[in-house]
């Protein structure tokens, strides 16, 4: 079993202060992917992720 979502949003963001932006926007994709499968495109965890990932993409 791999990580929680919760726990995959603080992988992606210690990659992203470490500057391993490719790893970190990889793991948010995947993160988002799942979480809108199981919650939802517009459940607000969704929301989260997709302006982290939005944010990511543009450092």
């Known amino acids: 079993m791999g990580p929680s979502r919760g726990?995959?949003?603080e992988i992606c963001g210690g990659y992203r202060?470490?500057?391993?932006?490719?790893r970190a926007?990889?793991?948010y994709e995947a993160?988002?992917?799942?979480?809108?499968?199981?919650l939802g495109?517009?459940?607000p965890t969704a929301t989260v992720i997709r302006s982290n990932l939005d944010g990511a993409r543009s450092t």
Request: charged share 15%; hydrophobic share 30%; aromatic share 0%.
């Open 7 to 9: 726990q995959s949003g």
């Open 17 to 22: 202060s470490a500057g391993d932006l490719g």
């Open 25 to 27: 926007i990889s793991l």
């Open 31 to 38: 993160t988002l992917a799942s979480c809108e499968r199981v």
């Open 41 to 43: 495109h517009d459940h």
